[in-house]
């Protein structure tokens, strides 16, 4: 945590706590923890962040075209001139390129990325040919959209149009999916800036 008045506040309530014998101190310390916790919510929801995820070199162009029109984006659609959106993308290419993706450690990095933030926006592209003409998206916007609903953060999918609905259908049919042609990425963003707002909006009305 960053220094404030309420960290202040919290390391010495813990410094006290720790005096105390069990059971006494173990209640106390989990009502702290969770004053912290509940804390921090609040704090990442007055700094809104959107964690962009997406598959393959392709994604990865998209994803920065996306994460510089989020970064112009008012939070509160009526106030043009207010507070933007901050943008978190989890990996930059190099990362994504390395031999040992799964290791835990990279899936730790990710969740820690995505626990700053409010919404989660994925960019889902063909990345691998199957062969007989085909190609499939990688598996990363898929994987780091479960996390996110795991967090409570609300999905949204932009996904090239010729993939096909198998892929996500199951799951994702009627929520926040926006279908974009190759080559025409950008005339998508406006929809998606609308449902970031309104989500954002949803999340503020519930604190």
Same mark, same amino acid.
């Given at each position: ?36 916790? $509940?804390?921090s ?8 962040? %959107?964690?962009?995820? #997406? ?36 990996f930059?290419?190099?990362?994504r ?22 919404? #989660?926006?994925?960019?889902?592209? $063909? ?8 190609? %499939? ?29 198998? #892929? ?40």
């Amino acid at each position: 945590m960053t220094n404030s008045p309420f960290n202040d506040d919290l390391i010495l309530a813990k410094n006290r706590v720790s005096t105390l014998k069990d059971p006494e101190k173990t209640a106390r310390l989990k009502h702290i923890n969770q004053i912290a916790h $509940d804390y921090s919510e609040r704090a990442k929801f007055n700094n809104p962040k %959107v964690f962009v995820s #997406y598959n393959g070199e392709g994604g990865y162009q998209l994803a920065k075209e996306a994460e510089l029109f989020l970064r112009k984006l008012p939070v509160n659609i009526d106030l043009p001139n207010g507070k933007k959106f901050g943008v978190e993308t989890g990996f930059r290419q190099q990362r994504r390129d390395a031999t040992h993706e799964s290791d835990p450690s990279v899936i730790q990095h990710i969740k820690i990325m995505m626990q700053a933030c409010c919404l #989660y926006v994925g960019i889902v592209v $063909d990345e691998y040919n199957v062969g007989d003409g085909r190609s %499939v998206p990688g598996p990363w916007p898929m994987f780091e959209a479960g996390m996110a609903e795991a967090l409570g953060l609300p999905v949204i999918l932009m996904v090239q149009s010729d993939i096909s609905s198998q #892929y996500w259908k199951k799951i994702y049919y009627g929520k926040r999916l926006i279908s974009f042609e190759k080559g025409k990425f950008g005339a998508s963003l406006s929809f998606c800036a609308t449902l970031a707002q309104k989500n954002y909006a949803i999340i503020r009305e519930s604190l």
